[in-house]
């Protein structure tokens, strides 16, 4: 992918995320916390619920790498969650660098809420040029951020580099599934001008051209399946409170567009997991 391609992707994330209807959809529907896809213990489970045990497991292969004396890269991090998860239960520094000003405003106000901002730094800033020296952070973590990516090549190579000698990648990423054409997820893409998925093969072949080792993917596509529908069914059921948050025509877009997701990972065209890797001794 060309840098202009990059560039054009980092303009789309920072106008997506920082528009009030997303923001009020993110607040009211996922619970303005961890915004990505959940682990359900039941069909009927809540999203935020749901959301956090992604972040616990995500977690757990990490945690050999966590603790007082170490520092994690949280790229993309949204508002904030699993950067607040990981300081508050490892007691480690992180650095979260994301590309949204309305988002990392609302992440610093609730680390101080939360007497973690001694621990959590807030970086306004592209993955795409991660602004720090090579082999600085112990743990580089992201969850549903690379799909952002215009260049999810330069983007893993950048994780890469900043990775500290035995240091962990974690990441989870919503995909399309390998054989799946461009096109068949063009619509579902639509509201999240995003241009297309990467696919689990993708990630694979490059974390591992990389030089990284100990590469393993946990795949949980059934998980996006029923993290859509508690979506779908969500904002059917509190649509007339989202209207006093969002705009009519966004919810209406929401409407029309979350079901789409429903059936892409009903008929096997979009998978979702949590990678794993580690930077070479």
Same mark, same amino acid.
């Not at 579902?188 to 990467?198: D, G, N, S, T």
């Not at 979350?258 to 990972?265: N, Q, R, S």
């Given at each position: 992918m060309s840098h202009e391609s990059a $560039?054009? !992707?980092?303009? /789309?994330?920072?106008?997506?995320?920082?528009?009030?209807?997303? @923001?009020?959809f993110y607040r009211a529907v996922w619970g303005g916390e961890d915004i990505h896809t959940g682990v359900y213990a039941r069909a009927d489970e809540s999203v935020a619920v749901a959301s956090r045990r992604a972040v616990e497991l995500a977690?757990?292969? $990490?945690?050999?790498?966590?603790?007082?004396?170490?520092?994690?890269? @949280?790229?993309?991090?949204?508002?904030?969650?699993?950067?607040r998860y990981l300081a508050g239960r490892f007691g480690c520094?992180? $650095? !979260? &660098?994301?590309?949204?000003?309305?988002q990392n405003a609302r992440h610093r106000d609730t680390n101080v809420e939360a007497g973690l901002d001694g621990l959590i730094e807030v970086v306004t800033g592209s993955f795409q040029d991660i602004?720090?020296? /090579?082999?600085?952070?112990?743990? $580089?973590?992201s969850q549903e951020a690379f799909c952002h990516s215009g260049d999810r090549r330069q983007l893993l190579a950048e994780a890469a580099r900043v990775l500290a000698p035995e240091g962990d990648?974690?990441?989870t990423d919503l995909m399309a599934a390998d054989g799946t054409p461009p096109e068949a997820l063009r619509s579902? &893409?639509?509201? &999240?001008?995003? !241009?297309?998925?990467?696919?689990p093969s993708f990630y694979l072949r490059e974390i591992a051209a990389l030089g990284l080792t100990h590469i393993d993917f946990d795949d949980r596509s059934e998980q996006a399946l029923t993290h859509y529908l508690r979506l779908t069914e969500e904002t059917r059921r509190r649509a007339d409170e989202l209207r006093d948050v969002i705009d009519p025509t966004y919810l209406a877009t929401l409407q029309e567009n979350?079901? &789409?997701?429903?059936?892409?990972?009903r008929s096997g065209r979009m998978t979702w997991g949590i990678f794993h890797c580690r930077r070479a001794a």
């Open positions: $560039v054009a !992707a980092a303009e /789309a994330a920072r106008r997506y995320y920082g528009t009030g209807d997303v @923001d009020g977690a757990d292969r $990490v945690a050999g790498r966590l603790g007082p004396e170490h520092t994690v890269l @949280d790229l993309g991090s949204g508002y904030g969650g699993p950067a520094r992180v $650095v !979260a &660098l994301n590309i949204s000003p309305t602004p720090y020296p /090579a082999g600085q952070f112990d743990v $580089v973590w990648l974690v990441f579902v &893409l639509a509201r &999240l001008e995003v !241009a297309e998925f990467a696919t979350l079901p &789409l997701w429903v059936d892409a990972c």
